[in-house]
């Protein structure tokens, strides 16, 4: 009886050895090249194939399969594809690399020239494919590779099969974490798990850190440098790809459990008493104490808020102070917070490092809220995190999620400032060019500017629409103005 199709399927579990999605389909694509398999599911029993109750389809024309159906391929060849592509999806290469060369040698001690030239291309392909999906060196061989990450509810092994240089098996196991179970105990229990699931045998089994457990036959080792490095290495990127493709399943699937982890993973990371449902950050622009603003932006729920946004024009502060500056404008937001009944933030983050974030701690202490509400500093060129009382930087995972968040609402905190003092610098350096001008003042400017957008455009206005607006003699007092600019 010939296998349909989804027997080739049996070795599915092997396919995560090609290490990666992109290598398992060059699998599939060098298995396509190689051999002719069919894609029907007709019983091809021997008496229906000798009764004639099939016909060739277009599969055959097109010399994608052999025609079993006619008996133009025997069970036994067909059979014997079959073999060979599942050893190569195991990634036994060298087993069908060696039962072609026998094949193709007998084929051209018979003459059969044009059989043994097809070999011969096939072997071609799978030594090309063999150097290609080999990771290290091919004096390793028969090892297995085991790495572990965890977060605060999960622990993931990942496992390798290491053959002749070349990543066979592969596989990433999920396990609920118990309550104070550590990563050592996961790592145990995940390759136990595993050895039972695959039932390997290796002589060599490679861990990142010691573990109590004893294989009859098997080597744990820890490997320091080289190849066997290289290959633990590979293991964890492949776990951590596992991880990030799972959350972002998870961010499709529920979204609220999604940002719930998010937000109890920067409660660890940032050391609050309180998940951060609720953040606002501060941040101050000013171009050599010119024009002086700060912003606030507000996350909730690890989104932005922007209903929520705030600006502040300085008003207390002369000159490029920083300091000051933070100082006021974290003073008038929460004074008002406390006088109106707002909701407190669970986290304030604030755009500079401890200059700025010791200001933030004054007004707070003033207004009684020191330690009532979490705060942090983050200074932009390491992004070195501070808290309140600590001289020494704290350095969050360049891959955190917990930094992305603070990074993102700083980001948006400064750029909505930068926004707002260009505007503010735009209008305050267009409507002094108006108040130079004898016998105009701020309400005569403003509504100029209203109506034509720009100083430039009053320029161009005949001096009767200008009358329209502001009457004949102040109209008169500004179309001189510009005029006598244009003699000089």
């Not at 229906?48 to 994608?64: D, R, S, T």
């Not at 008003?315 to 937001?333: H, L």
Request: glycine letters at 6%; aromatic letters at 8%; proline letters at 4%.
């Amino acid at each position: 009886m010939f296998p349909t199709r989804r027997l080739i399927k049996d070795g599915s579990q092997y396919f995560g050895p090609y290490a990666s999605v992109s290598m398992m389909h060059s699998v599939l694509d060098l298995i396509r090249s190689l051999y002719k398999i069919r894609t029907c599911n007709l019983n091809l029993s021997p008496d229906n194939i000798n009764a004639g109750k099939f016909k060739v389809c277009l599969e055959y024309h097109i010399h994608n399969c052999k025609g079993p159906c006619v008996a133009k391929e025997t069970e036994e060849e067909y059979n014997d594809t079959i073999a060979q592509v599942r050893e190569i999806i195991k990634g036994n290469i060298s087993s069908v690399t060696r039962r072609l060369s026998d094949q193709m040698i007998e084929h051209a001690a018979n003459l059969e020239f044009e059989q043994a030239q097809q070999l011969k291309v096939k072997l071609e392909q799978l030594e090309r494919f063999k150097i290609k999906s080999t990771v290290v060196s091919q004096l390793i061989n028969d090892v297995e590779v085991y790495t572990i990450e965890t977060d605060d509810n999960h622990g993931f092994v990942n496992f390798m099969k290491v053959v002749n240089g070349s990543v066979i098996q592969g596989h990433t196991f999920e396990m609920k974490k118990g309550m104070e179970e550590t990563p050592k105990e996961l790592l145990e229990l995940g390759i136990a798990e595993i050895k039972n699931l695959f039932n390997t045998k290796s002589k060599e089994i490679l861990v990142p850190f010691e573990v109590d457990l004893e294989i009859e036959g098997s080597e744990f080792i820890i490997p320091q440098r080289g190849d066997k490095k290289k290959l633990m290495e590979l293991s964890l990127r492949n776990v951590q790809a596992y991880i990030k493709d799972r959350n972002k399943q998870l961010e499709l699937v529920d979204p609220d459990r999604h940002t719930k982890r998010i937000l109890e993973t920067m409660k660890k990371d940032l050391r609050l008493s309180e998940v951060p449902v609720h953040i606002e950050c501060f941040d101050n622009s000013n171009i050599q104490g010119a024009f002086p603003v700060a912003a606030m932006t507000v996350f909730k729920n690890a989104k932005p808020s922007k209903k929520d946004y705030r600006h502040f024009n300085i008003k207390t502060v002369e000159g490029p102070n920083d300091f000051a500056s933070m100082e006021e404008i974290i003073y008038r937001r929460y004074k008002r917070v406390l006088d109106e009944g707002l909701d407190m933030p669970q986290l304030i983050v604030i755009d500079g490092g401890k200059g700025q974030l010791s200001s933030a701690l004054t007004s707070l202490e003033l207004l009684g809220l020191r330690g009532k509400v979490g705060i942090i500093g983050i200074a932009k060129k390491l992004e070195e995190i501070y808290f309140p009382g600590d001289p020494y930087p704290m350095y969050i995972d360049k891959r955190s999620e917990s930094l992305r968040i603070i990074q993102q609402i700083r980001d948006e905190a400064h750029r909505f400032g930068i926004t707002h003092h260009r505007k503010k610098r735009s209008k305050e350096t267009i409507t002094t060019e108006l108040l130079n001008i004898p016998g105009i003042g701020d309400k005569i400017a403003n509504d100029l500017l209203n109506k034509f957008k720009s100083v430039k455009r009053i320029k161009e206005t005949p001096l009767a629409e200008i009358e329209k607006e502001i009457g004949p003699a102040k109209a008169k007092l500004i179309f001189d103005y510009f005029e006598k600019q244009k003699g000089v």
